[in-house]
């Protein structure tokens, strides 16, 4: 999810561009591991909890907060720059048919039955992450490519705006929650120096206090 992060020539593997898309990366790599987790969990038996309900009901804010700004301050900005819609296309298809494997997840939580809920978590990460792999593949080239700094930075505004006050507090910890060193420095890198005191000293900390999904065990 971006979050306004000033802009650079650095983007994600192999790519230059004139804005930074660590975020963006990131949150792909968040979900994923939110989906794997929460496989993992309900494999291992655990469908119902505290634990299990508030870690859901995170990743769909998180997950409805960064779709909704690429489709209503990403993709038509690109629609109109772009040349050729298939990819713009194929980028809102796949947001549609995310819906209703969404749904049969909340459906899934909500009957507290293990098997249901392995199997409808695993076919939203494998379509999740199929679809995340695409934007990175074909629509984030076209970011790099097409669009301004400005036009970047008002995608990040809006989902500030839609993230609320204080959405900082639980999307940082949340975002790096398990993320592999690397990732982790670059992301604080990029964050003024007071939203890394607080991630540090009173975010994360009491992320980590409350009910969460847990990595399974190796």
């Known amino acids: ?47 119902s909890g505290p634990a299990v309900q508030a870690g859901w009901d995170r990743f769909k804010r998180f997950l409805h907060v960064h779709h909704t700004a690429e489709d209503t ?51 939203l990460a494998e379509a999740l992450g199929a679809h995340c792999e695409h934007e990175e593949d074909l ?26 006050s204080g959405g900082a507090a639980s ?4 975002l790096l929650d398990g993320a592999e060193d690397g990732t982790r420095r670059k992301v604080l890198g990029v964050v003024p120096p007071p939203v890394r005191f607080l991630y540090r000293a009173v975010w994360r900390p009491r992320y980590q206090r409350a009910p969460r999904w847990q990595a399974p065990a190796a």
């Open 171 to 174: 999307f940082f910890p949340w």
């Open 139 to 164: 629509a984030l080239p076209l970011v790099g490519e097409l669009l301004t700094e400005a036009e970047w930075n008002a995608f990040g505004a809006e989902q500030r705006k839609r993230l609320g």
């Open 73 to 123: 301050h990403l993709w038509p900005v690109l629609r109109a720059k772009a040349g050729d819609p298939a990819v713009l296309d194929q980028m809102e298809d796949e947001h549609t048919r995310l819906t209703a494997l969404l749904d049969a997840v909340d459906a899934a939580v909500a009957s507290g039955v293990p098997e249901r809920l392995a199997l409808h978590a695993g076919r």
């Open 1 to 47: 999810m971006h979050l306004g992060v000033p802009v650079s020539v650095t983007t994600g593997p192999g790519e230059r561009s004139r804005v930074d898309m660590t975020m963006m990366y990131a949150v792909h790599d968040a979900f994923q591991r939110d989906l794997d987790r929460l496989t993992a969990m309900a494999e291992g038996g655990v469908a």
